[in-house]
């Protein structure tokens, strides 16, 4: 059988619009799947701007794409043209919120892409609650994953990244922001890693989930109301060598279970705590 993709293209000038407008520019999409009775995919990547998945009892893909001036940016001529007087006390009355937004289905999997490194765009999306995600952002914008049960990858650069009352397993990177994840239920099998370099991981786990830790922060703590098992062997040594000097390295993870132990969950900070909650314990 033949595969068929459905391409949706959506194209918005804000020049069409009022002055009074241009501030802000928001178009909605709806994407049907090849098989709504089975789960999906959805992968988006942004440079600019912000990622909110929620899933919901439906059946199709709904993207929302809000474009507009950067929050404070209001008053300022912030992209002048070379050569050319800026005052201070002038406004830009140039259209600044034009975007493009195309999405993708192929065999339930929806792509969806952007002109964001023009301008900022900021996309809430809802799929149906069954549905596996790799979403990704690099500036100016967080990552928010709501009520979604499937495998989810999220990557960001300079934002925090939100999982709320998620289902499956997830894999979390950022650079510069907090993780924040709580679990309604675990994928049984799955392993999982979380880390940052500037910020906290707090994650909270179902009361009798099983997993295995390995857990580090370099300038933070470690923290956990499981009665969890940690291993209380000695720290092992790497010892290598180079140009005939040697050298030993003392690795400083922190293993751990909770009800036993299952798949390997890794967490990882440079500047900021961890926290390994248990579920109903705020």
Do not use: C
Not at 61 to 72: C, D, L, N, R, T
Not at 202 to 215: E, G, L
């Amino acid at each position: 059988m033949k595969n068929i993709v459905i391409t949706f293209l959506l194209v918005f000038l804000s020049g069409t619009l009022p002055l009074f407008a241009q501030t802000a520019a928001k178009e909605e999409l709806t994407v049907p799947l090849s098989d709504p009775n089975k789960p999906g995919t959805l992968e988006v990547g942004l440079v600019n701007g912000s990622i909110t998945v929620v899933g919901y009892s439906g059946k199709e893909v709904q993207i929302e794409a809000m474009s507009g001036a950067k929050a404070g940016s209001e008053g300022k001529m912030k992209d002048k043209p070379s050569g050319e007087a800026q005052s201070s006390g002038m406004r830009r009355i140039t259209p600044n919120t034009s975007f493009e937004l195309a999405a993708e289905e192929r065999n339930n999997t929806v792509k969806i892409t952007s002109n964001s490194i023009m301008h900022p765009v900021n996309l809430t999306i809802r799929v149906p609650q069954k549905f596996s995600l790799k979403v990704s952002t690099v500036n100016e914008g967080a990552i928010k994953v709501e009520n979604v049960n499937g495998e989810l990858e999220v990557k960001n650069i300079n934002g925090p990244i939100d999982l709320i009352n998620v289902s499956g397993s997830a894999v979390a990177n950022t650079i510069n922001g907090d993780i924040k994840v709580n679990f309604r239920e675990l994928n049984a099998t799955a392993p999982m890693a979380f880390s940052t370099l500037n910020g906290r991981i707090d994650v909270t786990f179902p009361t009798a989930a099983k997993a295995s830790f390995k857990m580090k922060s370099d300038r933070g703590d470690i923290f956990s109301d499981f009665d969890m098992d940690i291993d209380k062997s000695q720290p092992q040594a790497t010892r290598s060598s180079q140009s005939g000097m040697y050298r030993v390295t003392i690795e400083n993870w922190v293993y751990g279970k909770i009800n036993g132990g299952g798949p390997e969950i890794m967490m990882k900070s440079m500047q900021g705590n961890i926290y390994v909650r248990k579920a109903g314990s705020r």
